[in-house]
T-cell receptor, first 110, second 112 residues
């Protein structure tokens, strides 16, 4: 059974700090890794995807992937109150249908 | 703007009364998905269409059905809603490739 583990949080960080969100997955066949942001009562929004081991940077966001350790993370630099949301990790296999984690709640306080 | 639209945003239905949720897309994506998400839980895939090919998840209750009359539209039918079916229902589309999903705004279903 495919499992995606995320600490449900909440993770609380001060404004301007780096928020580090972590995710482990069980399916070694996972090839693509997606991070979605979901504001309360809203639908998920794709913010990052990564396929290769290492880091991928997009603005204030950096995704880090380690397939050997079955671990993917999302770093948010210079965190803003508007980053407060739940972040869903979603690895997928070659079928490109992801398995979602339950998400980590991030709170950025002023 | 190209997008995924779900109607209605909020739906209240009576216990046991059939209800239909709709989803339309202007992205011309060939894959459409229906997810159920309950509070503080991960989205759970109910089914998906790859073009006209219907794929049902093994644990999707028979109470849930879906129709995709054309590329742009997809419907979720709940034949006899129970209290446990109250949730956010999310429609998503993709090209089936490595680019992730585009979600609609969701329909929050309340069963009374």
């Amino acid at each position: 059974q495919k499992e995606v583990e995320q600490n449900s949080g909440p993770l609380s960080v001060p404004e301007g700090a780096i928020a580090s969100l972590n995710c482990t997955y069980s399916d070694r066949g996972s090839q693509s890794f997606f991070w979605y942001r979901q504001y309360s009562g809203k639908s998920p929004e794709l913010i990052m995807f990564i396929y290769s081991n290492g880091d991928k940077e997009d603005g204030r966001f950096t995704a880090q992937l380690n397939k050997a350790s079955q671990y993917v993370s999302l770093l948010i630099r210079d965190s803003q109150p508007s980053d407060s949301a739940t972040y869903l990790c979603a690895p997928s296999t070659g079928s490109y249908i992801p398995t979602f984690g339950r998400g980590t709640s991030l709170i950025v306080h002023p | 703007d190209a997008m995924v639209i779900q109607n209605p945003r909020y739906q209240v239905t009576q216990f046991g009364k059939p209800v239909t949720l709709s989803c339309s897309q202007t992205l011309n994506h060939n894959v459409m998905y229906w997810y159920q998400q309950k509070s503080s839980q991960a989205p759970k895939l109910l089914f998906h269409y790859y073009d006209k090919d219907f794929n049902n998840e093994a644990d999707t209750p028979d109470n849930f059905q879906s129709r995709r009359p054309n590329t742009s539209f997809c419907f979720l039918d709940i034949r006899s809603p129970g209290l446990g079916d109250a949730a956010m229902y999310l429609c998503a589309t993709s090209t089936g490739a490595e680019r992730g999903y585009t979600f609609g705004s969701g329909t929050r279903l309340t069963v009374v």
